[in-house]
């Protein structure tokens, strides 16, 4: 069924690897947030609503990443990818986080990707804060090998709100 459920990732997630062209600089532990330079929080316009949003710039490589907190204090950074359907760690933020695959003992799926033939394994994330959101029960793919950075797929991001791009930059509302 695990196997299944991996094939059924692999349809939903035709292009993934597309925009994947520089490896982002690792996450910090530090409390600080590392996206600093590239998130900047503003109040919505006094309109009688208090919705707080998110403008995010791109990185120097014209992509945008986002940071997620996981539980004891530890953290990833996700290339922001609209066109994945699901949301894809890679091995090594899985093994760093705990995230352990459901269908590990059959060893995952082979899934056809931009970037080719893949292996991977599916696992729930119990709970995961971005932009100040809570995220809970967030099927990801884990992928152990030629992935650089995790993609916070379209599974997770309708749970943040509506995105928009323009004016250089992305906004989560």
């Known amino acids: ?8 990732m692999a349809a939903m997630v035709p292009g993934f690897m597309m925009p994947l062209m520089a490896s982002p600089a690792a996450p910090s532990s530090a409390p600080a947030t590392v996206m600093a330079s590239y998130v900047e929080q503003h109040e919505a316009p006094d309109n009688g609503a208090s919705v707080a949003g998110k403008h ?51 060893g995952g799926a082979r899934l056809r990707t931009a970037g080719g033939m893949m292996v991977a394994r599916s696992a729930t994330i119990a709970r995961m804060d971005i932009v100040g959101r809570q995220l809970r029960n967030i099927k990801v793919a884990i992928i152990d090998n030629g992935l650089p950075v995790s993609l916070l797929g379209q599974n997770a991001l309708t749970e943040l709100g509506t995105i928009t791009l323009g004016n250089g930059r992305m906004t989560i509302d």
């Open 1 to 8: 069924m695990m196997a299944s459920a991996c094939a059924a």
């Open 56 to 106: 995010i710039l791109p990185a120097p490589d014209g992509l945008y990443y986002l940071d997620a907190d996981f539980k004891d204090g530890k953290r990833a950074r996700f290339l922001i990818d609209t066109g994945a359907s699901v949301t894809v760690l890679t091995g090594e933020d899985a093994r760093r986080l705990g995230v352990v695959a459901e269908d590990a003992a059959n």
